[in-house]
Structures are given as C-alpha cells and as structure tokens.
C-alpha cells in the first residue's frame, strides 16, 4: 500500500511563509494527480491545490498568487510553498495522492494524517 508522510506545519506570523512537503512511499506503480487539502475547525475539507502527473496545477481561488504547488516524481513527493499568509490560512492541511499501486491496480485515493499550520501574532 500507498503511505504519506507530510511535514512543514507549524506556526507563523501573518505575511510569513511555509513550505509543506508530503512524500509517497510503499507499492507505487504510478502516481497521478498529487494535492493539498485543509479543514479549519467548524468547517469542510476543501481542495487547496492540485498538480497532475503533466504538470499541470489546480488552484483554489482563495491562495492563487500565494500559494504554490510542485512535485518531484523521481521522490514521489509533493510539495506546497506558501507564502504571505493570512490567519484564514489556519488549519490542517492534507496531503492527497491518486495512485497506481500496482500495474494491476485501479486508482486510489490515500491521504496523509494532516499537518497543522497556525497564522498568529
């Protein structure tokens, strides 16, 4: 099976900057689409950034311009550099990954356990 390890939370000042790191290991035949989510208390889970296996990325609208998402499939890993942060900004932020285990496997969906990211002063 598919395991994701994030790193990178922790807290920081308004207009500061954060890079989230989430690498995939185990059985992996493919990678596909490799994203971040958040929930912030009280609320939904919600897509924050998404990048597919050609490059290209998915961004909500809410950090466009702020945020911004790469991968390195050599390490199977995804990464999430924010920048000028806002206390909305505060939540868990999920490492998502669709995945091929094995050439035989369909698509699956694994999630990371979350990493915490505080906005404060």
């Known amino acids: 099976q598919v395991q994701l390890v994030e790193s990178g939370g922790g807290l920081v000042q308004p207009g500061g900057s954060l890079r989230l790191s989430c690498a995939a290991s185990?059985?992996?035949?493919?990678?596909?689409?490799m994203g971040w989510y958040r929930q912030a208390p009280g609320k939904q889970r919600e897509l924050v950034a998404a990048?597919?296996?050609?490059?290209?990325?998915n961004y909500a609208d809410s950090v466009k311009g702020r945020f911004a998402i790469d991968r390195d499939n050599a390490k199977n890993t995804v990464y999430l550099q924010m920048n000028n942060l806002k206390p909305e900004d505060t939540a868990v932020y999920y490492c998502?990954?669709?995945?091929?285990?094995?050439?035989?496997?369909?698509?699956?969906?694994?999630w990371g356990k979350g990493t915490l990211v505080t906005v404060s002063s």
């Open positions: 998502n990954v669709i995945a091929r285990p094995t050439i035989l496997s369909g698509l699956k969906n694994y």
């Open positions: 185990g059985t992996i035949f493919s990678v596909n689409v």
């Open positions: 990048i597919n296996s050609d490059g290209s990325t």
